[in-house]
């Protein structure tokens, strides 16, 4: 089994930036693809960010493109969501995820209990 632990979350303004970390345990997480997803208040959960076990692959959400960067090592078992120029619909509780590499929710196997971001304006 492997146990996800997000980290890194806050609260700050509008246009600050975050580092959100994701700490794999249990087993290594290598072989699988990372991912980011959010759920803003009220709303469903949301992809925002995914990268292949090489991190050769990346990829974004339209909303975060450009702003955000997924990354992740691997010898040290964990994943990283860089957030620049953060805005206030970038609320949300943010959660990390392994498994197949897709946009879509069902596609990763493991998934963490999240952390918070909630930006002011």
């Known amino acids: 089994q492997v146990q996800l632990v997000e980290s890194g979350g806050g609260l700050v303004q509008a246009g600050a930036s975050l580092n959100l970390s994701c700490a794999a345990s249990g087993r290594s997480v290598s072989a699988y693809a990372m991912a980011w997803f959010r759920q803003p208040p009220g709303q469903e959960r949301k992809f925002v960010a995914a990268i292949s076990w090489s991190a050769v692959t990346t990829f974004y959400s339209n909303d975060v493109t450009g702003r955000f960067t997924i990354s992740r090592d691997n010898a040290k078992n964990t994943a990283h969501l860089q957030m620049n120029s953060l805005k206030p619909e970038d609320t949300a509780v943010y959660y990390c995820?392994?498994?197949?590499?897709?946009?879509?929710?069902?596609?990763?196997?493991?998934w963490g209990q999240g952390t918070q971001v909630t930006v002011s304006s």
């Open positions: 995820a392994a498994g197949e590499l897709m946009d879509y929710g069902s596609a990763y196997d493991y």
